[in-house]
């Protein structure tokens, strides 16, 4: 215990020794880093993801697991979450912000298509797996085909 | 340590929607059980795994860009830089679904009340801001700098170093203060008290985050690990492609280097050698050559492998007079830009493999890729492989 105690002191020691060193750079080298600007960017960045970015998702969550059907919640929560990171990692080539005339190398491929491709991957195995569900259920179902063929 | 602080009561119709701070993380009214201290420990473990990884890698990125008096980078082994570099990217790609499933899993923390209690609360809560913005910073300018983009007024390099030690700052006070939580949630099975009425359970949220950790590098990790080049339909560049088979960062049009005329064209070797040499293209053709297959490696993460002929530099000192270990200054033909110059250190200018290259895989340069002479060295990021080479300054 007294070991541990000590090892968290040292590491929140350290941390705030990282600070220090962040400071101290940012000051040094302010025409490059420009602090005030870098601040402001990582600050909004944290109070945008806190305050939208994840209550969204939240309620998007909540959407699907209140109103799916039960063979559908997981799979749509698997592809939406997919969809999301990989819309997310892919958003500045598919915009192409990068893109320049003068050197073709940057973003050389159909990003519009390979998204296509990836996401229609994701949400043809998340059918599939949500199919298999929904025919295990009604196979696994006790009662005549009548109250089978409303799965819920 | 025991003072324990006092807040005001919201009213109960706001109350009821916020979470108390206890421990484990209470869930908001969702009441999803992913919002889970074992969900938040796991991820939390693999964070702190990549971003160290980053970081890192990232700094060894750094030094060599930036080196410390104190520290001869070495020329070995060649593809060193190329390995820690895609390791430095994929690793930060790959942590973007796992940075974005812990926060959204440690939400309801966001909003609870009180917002701390105690002093360890309140140090643990501070150092958040540093590293959940740094975090999000760092991964958010590393994907736009893949793609060429930079929507900011600072320099992407400086700033996202800047940005790599707050973030582990904040970290390491983090796990100073959560490391009794996590080892306890770990202790937890992940199954327990886990019915799902067919949403996605704890460890089936994991995978999915895994998965989509793997199909992000599956998707862009082509950049620089060949195989994967076919499924890489999301990889902001490809070793492939480009004049010669492959890819500029800086082309020729953007330096103001194309159309250099050959007549007037000399190579200077000059500075501190017993005999400074001024050569055409002509004579540095004459002289005798080397090949040698090296991979350029960009500091954004491609890679692509080529095989290089031109004259060693070591033989152009040597021919020159200059003492054995100078250090060596390039510059370009470029009028402007960032690395119109570049240091070449004791070691990389000893070496064999270190070319003044005229020609890849048997053709002449491309503009693009530095006609007429470029700098190719092993163990070296990409910015630093001077192109348009008229100048060997030695110091």
């Not at chain 2, 807040?7 to 059980?33: D, F, N, Q, Y």
């Not at chain 2, 250090?327 to 960032?338: D, I, K």
Request: with cysteine.
């Amino acid at each position: 215990m007294r070991a541990g105690t000590a090892a968290r002191v040292l590491a929140a020691v350290a941390g705030v020794a990282m600070f220090a060193v962040t400071v101290r750079y940012a000051v040094l080298r302010s025409i490059d880093v420009r602090p005030a600007v870098w601040v402001r960017w990582w600050v909004t960045a944290a109070v945008v993801h806190d305050v939208v970015v994840a209550p969204a998702a939240i309620a998007v969550g909540w959407l699907v697991v209140r109103f799916a059907p039960r063979w559908l919640k997981a799979p749509l929560q698997t592809a939406l979450l997919l969809s999301a990171v990989i819309v997310a990692v892919s958003w500045p080539a598919l915009r192409g912000y990068g893109r320049m005339p003068s050197n073709p190398t940057y973003l050389p491929r159909d990003y519009a298509g390979g998204l296509t491709l990836t996401l229609a991957v994701v949400w043809i195995a998340c059918a599939g797996w949500a199919a298999a569900r929904l025919v295990r259920r009604r196979q696994a179902a006790p009662l005549g085909p009548s109250v089978a063929a409303a799965p819920r | 340590m025991a003072v324990r602080l006092r807040w005001p009561e919201p009213p109960p119709a706001v109350r009821r929607w916020l979470p108390e701070p206890g421990e484990p993380i209470a869930p908001p009214a969702t009441s999803s059980k992913l919002h889970d201290d074992r969900i938040a420990a796991r991820l939390g473990i693999a964070l702190a795994v990549t971003f160290t990884v980053c970081f890192l890698t990232g700094l060894w990125s750094h030094v060599q860009q930036d080196p410390p008096t104190w520290l001869a980078i070495p020329a070995r082994p060649a593809g060193l830089y190329r390995i820690t570099q895609g390791v430095h990217v994929i690793t930060g790609l790959a942590a973007i679904p796992l940075l974005l499933a812990k926060l959204w899993a440690v939400w309801p923390r966001f909003v609870q009340w009180p917002p701390f209690r105690t002093v360890r609360e309140a140090l643990w809560r501070a150092a958040l801001l540093p590293l959940v913005g740094g975090s999000l910073f760092l991964l958010g300018t590393g994907t736009a700098n893949i793609a060429g983009w930079y929507p900011w007024k600072f320099d992407f390099r400086k700033a996202h170093f800047a940005a790599s030690w707050l973030t582990m700052g904040g970290l390491l006070i983090h796990v100073a203060a959560v490391a009794g939580i996590t080892a306890a949630a770990l202790r937890r099975s992940l199954k327990e008290d886990d019915a799902t009425d067919g949403r996605l359970s704890r460890r089936g949220f994991l995978g999915v985050v895994g998965a989509a950790a793997g199909v992000v590098t599956v998707t862009t990790a082509g950049a620089t690990v060949r195989p994967l080049r076919a499924l890489s339909v999301l990889a902001t560049r490809d070793p492939g492609s480009g004049p010669q088979g492959v890819p500029v960062n800086r082309s020729a049009a953007d330096a103001g280097t194309r159309g250099v005329d050959l007549g007037a064209y000399r190579l200077r070797v000059e500075g501190r050698v017993a005999t400074p040499l001024v050569l055409t293209y002509d004579e540095v053709l004459a002289m005798s050559t080397r090949t040698a297959s090296l991979p350029i490696t960009c500091v954004e993460g491609w890679s692509a492998s080529a095989d290089w002929r031109g004259v060693p530099l070591r033989d152009l000192l040597r021919r020159a007079g200059a003492e054995p270990g100078a250090e060596v200054v390039l510059s370009s033909l470029e009028q402007r830009g960032a690395y119109r110059t570049s240091k070449v250190g004791q070691d990389h200018a000893a070496d064999a493999d270190t070319l003044l290259a005229t020609h890849l895989d048997g053709q002449p340069l491309d503009p693009d890729h530095g006609f007429p002479l470029r700098l190719i060295a092993p163990n070296r990021p990409g910015v630093l492989q001077t192109k348009w080479v008229t100048t060997v300054e030695v110091r």
